[in-house]
């Protein structure tokens, strides 16, 4: 017997047009992170990581950590905080850590890991890469010593760090690497199809204009004109603030190309998710070692927004400066 409910009707129109979205955008983020993906393989094969690891421990001491965490920064730079995570455990330092340091240590790698492919995903948004290396590992090193001082200076998170559990490596052959990259490429397709089905969820109940109220005020903060922040835009910024910089640009790359948003709020908004994303499952990763919730999420959103916000009116004021200039020259 056929419905009357109208809505029920559309589902497999729009569950077909929502499978269409998602394969527009997934092709898309296939051609960055395919060659990201081996590219980064390939680095770690000739040493690359350790090479770096080399560069960054003198820069560990200015924070109070171990000079020997360089490795764990290098991993998760060019891998992912999880393989960071394994390479910590790896070392047996764990127990000497306090709390501060743990937490500033869990700063430099949420605001810097897997930078290989989600810088290339930012490229794709219009993000050059000296702003990606400028904003995340040098903006990652600025937070964590603004937390290695704050709580130097007040005296607190001086306590032993208290690890919730530890976590091991998995197999580490070229077969087990293939196999499992294919399987988080195949998540991304499922992650996008489920994301797009819940944006089509939201805008028929109505949700979006309210998601458009809460988020359109820090849209406007970090820099993307008053008025030119539409609730697409907001509603994609949400999605890479919660669920990862990988999504959120994704689908962004998509509105781009289609012009429903400009290069400038693409770059700016890019910016920002570069140094803010994957609040929940990256954060969830960094409580494990025993860093403090109010320094890692809480202070690390306060912190992503105000940089980015002085870097957009700085660059803007640069970019108004140099047209003065080759108009009067």
Known sequence: MPSHNPGINKIPAVIRSVLIDTRVVYLKLLKILI??????????????????????????????????????????????????????????????????????????????????????????????????????????????????????????WQQPASELFQLVAEGTTTLHWFFEQARALLMIFCIIFSLLLLLEAIRYIRVDRLLHRIMSPLIVFIGVKSGAGNQQLSQMTLVGLTMGLTFGAGLLISQRDNEEIT????????????????????????????????????????????????????TDAAAAIALKWRASA
């Not at 020997?68 to 394994?86: D, E, K, M, P």
């Not at 290989?116 to 490229?123: H, Q, R, T, W």
């Not at 403090?292 to 002085?310: E, V, Y």
């Open 263 to 314: 290069e400038r709020e693409s770059r700016v908004v890019g910016n920002f998710l570069g140094v803010c994303h994957g609040l929940v499952d990256d954060t969830l990763l960094i409580l494990i070692i025993g860093a403090k919730l109010s320094g890692i999420l809480f202070c690390r959103i306060i912190f992503s927004l105000l940089l980015i916000a002085l870097m957009t009116r700085l």
């Open 35 to 156: 060659p990201a993906i081996i590219g980064v393989k390939l680095i770690q094969e000739v040493g690359g990581v350790e090479v770096v690891a080399g560069l960054l421990s003198p820069l560990m001491q200015p924070l109070d950590l171990p000079a020997v965490l360089s490795i764990v920064w290098a991993t998760t730079v060019f891998t992912n905080i999880y393989a960071g995570l394994v390479v910590y455990f790896s070392l047996g330092v764990s127990e000497s850590m306090t709390v501060a340091q743990v937490t500033a240590l869990g700063a430099l790698m949420l605001l810097s890991h897997s930078i290989p492919v989600e810088g290339a995903v930012a490229k794709r948004l219009g993000v050059p890469w000296w702003s990606t290396l400028l904003l995340r590992v040098g903006g990652a090193y600025l937070f964590a010593g603004l937390l290695v001082v704050t709580a130097r200076t007040v005296g607190f």
